[in-house]
């Protein structure tokens, strides 16, 4: 993969664009939750309930309101789900959007390589990468507003650029950022067959993204923050570029995964990406669990 080649790293945040639920609507909820619902009864928050459901310690960086309300209210899995009424329902989902608790990293990190740039042209664009990754299931659950800024920070063959500028519309803008201008000429390629005319292209450095102090709402790293050569210092300049608000969307293949398409260098696995991005100055605000052989996380400045 080139030098942020692949495109950007993922993990989606609906919460990110939604205000927090009230507290009164949280208590209520977890009062419903504990007692009324008897949720403990299957699932488990932290050190308290049962496990032969899912774990809903962290199901608020999982789940939108509406999949929450809707796993609810679902009489396969919640036969007594008639009892609650829409206000019930209403509390319960403001007390799950707050379950977002993730699990202690281990005190042992172990020391990670850092892959080598290649510019692999082939493998970006190889027939079967929508079957394997799914890329419109994946930008469609990031919500991107028309009018949105997006940086694509190390953009490739434009695998996503192309897709991006679509999505925010000519009202929008896209980065397309890349340390070779190689890679910056293939996405130039790419983004001229789909007719679009809102990429400005900008050649980075190893230390640098090269982007305008909080200039962009969603910075988007497929598969190329592997390869950061200085990712402190280029996740620095990312975070200078986000405007309040802003996100991060990180992409990488799963290190846990047998069938990800990628050698084991230009895999991660997720507690690599939480250990490294995390004390940046970073925090998880979604999870994107439904991929197939990536891992896909957003965060927002802590």
């Known amino acids: 993969m080139t030098a942020f080649a692949a495109g950007t790293i993922v993990f989606l945040a609906f919460s990110a664009q939604l205000p927090p639920p009230a507290l009164p609507d949280v208590e209520a909820g977890r009062a419903l939750f ?32 509406d999949k929450l309300r809707a796993a609810i209210t679902n009489p396969k899995t919640h036969p007594a789900a008639s009892a609650f009424g829409p206000e019930d329902v209403d509390r319960l989902v403001s007390f799950l959007r707050t379950r977002r608790t993730l699990w202690a990293l281990s005190s042992e990190p172990a020391e990670r390589e850092v892959a080598p740039a290649t510019g692999n042209a082939p493998f970006f664009n190889r027939p079967q990468r929508d079957k394997e990754e799914r890329p419109e299931l994946l930008l469609g659950a990031l919500q991107i507003r028309r009018g949105a800024t997006v940086a694509d920070v190390g953009s490739g063959t434009g695998y996503f650029t192309w897709r991006l500028a679509q999505l925010v519309g000519p009202e929008g803008k896209v980065y397309a950022v890349d340390v070779q201008q190689s890679m910056l000429d293939l996405t130039k390629t790419a983004v001229a067959e789909h007719n679009l005319d809102n990429v400005e292209y900008v050649l980075a450095t190893e230390t640098s993204p090269r982007l305008p102090e909080r200039s962009v709402d969603l910075a988007f790293i497929a598969y190329a923050y592997h390869e950061f050569g200085d990712p402190e210092a280029m996740m620095a300049g990312i975070r200078r570029a986000l405007k309040p608000g802003g996100r991060v969307v990180i992409l990488e293949y799963a290190k846990e995964s047998k069938i990800a398409p990628a050698a084991p260098l230009h895999k991660m696995s997720f507690e690599e990406i939480r250990r490294e991005i995390e004390p940046m100055g970073f925090v998880v605000d979604q999870l994107l669990d439904f991929l197939p052989v990536q891992h896909g996380v957003v965060f927002t400045i802590k």
């Open 34 to 65: 504990e007692g009324k619902g008897q949720c403990l009864s299957c699932h488990r928050v932290q050190d308290t309930g049962a496990t032969t459901a899912r774990d809903l310690s962290w199901i608020g960086l999982l789940r939108p309101p």
